[in-house]
C-alpha cells in the first residue's frame, strides 16, 4: 500500500469518526478505535496494489495562475480528476482525463463528500492516478 493511499484512508477514516450522527462528540477512546477498525477494514478491502491520489488546487480560478505542476497532472489523459463544482470551467477545461465534478450544494455538503471519497476511493483501487482538484 502506498503511503498516499495510507494517508487517504486515514483522512477519510477521521473526517467520518470524529462526530456522533447527533452531532455530538465521541468519547476520546471512542474515537481512537473507530478509526483503527476503519482502518483496518479498509487495508483489507484494499489489498492490490494502489492507485496514486495528488491534491491539486486550483488558485482562483484563472488558468495563467495554475502551476506547472498542476497542469501537468490535470491535463494526464490517463488520470481520473475530481473536481469540486466551484472549480472555474476554464480550469475544468484543460482536463484530457476523466472529470467527475462533486455537487457541492449548500445543505447537503456530507452528501456530496461522501461521494468525492467514494470516487477516490475507487481510483486508488483501480490502481488510477486520481488528481482531487479543489477551489483555492
Not at 477545461?93 to 445543505?107: F, H, I, S, Y
Amino acid at each position: 500500500m502506498t503511503a498516499a493511499a495510507v494517508c487517504f484512508l486515514s483522512l477519510a477514516a477521521f473526517a467520518h469518526g470524529f462526530r456522533t450522527t447527533s452531532g455530538a462528540a465521541r468519547a476520546p477512546g471512542t474515537l481512537r478505535r473507530n478509526v483503527v477498525g476503519k482502518l483496518r477494514r479498509d487495508v483489507v478491502v484494499c489489498a492490490a496494489p494502489l492507485g496514486s491520489l495528488t491534491l491539486v488546487g486550483a488558485g482562483p480560478g484563472d488558468p495563467e495562475l495554475l502551476t506547472v505542476a498542476a497542469l501537468r497532472a490535470i491535463a494526464d489523459a490517463d488520470a481520473l480528476v475530481i473536481a469540486d463544482r466551484l472549480v472555474s470551467p476554464e480550469i475544468r477545461d484543460l482536463v484530457r482525463g476523466e472529470l467527475r465534478v462533486a455537487g457541492k450544494q449548500p445543505g447537503c455538503a456530507e452528501k456530496a463528500q461522501r461521494e468525492i471519497y467514494s470516487w477516490c476511493r475507487e481510483g486508488l483501487e483501480a490502481g488510477r492516478r486520481g488528481v482531487r482538484l479543489k477551489i483555492g
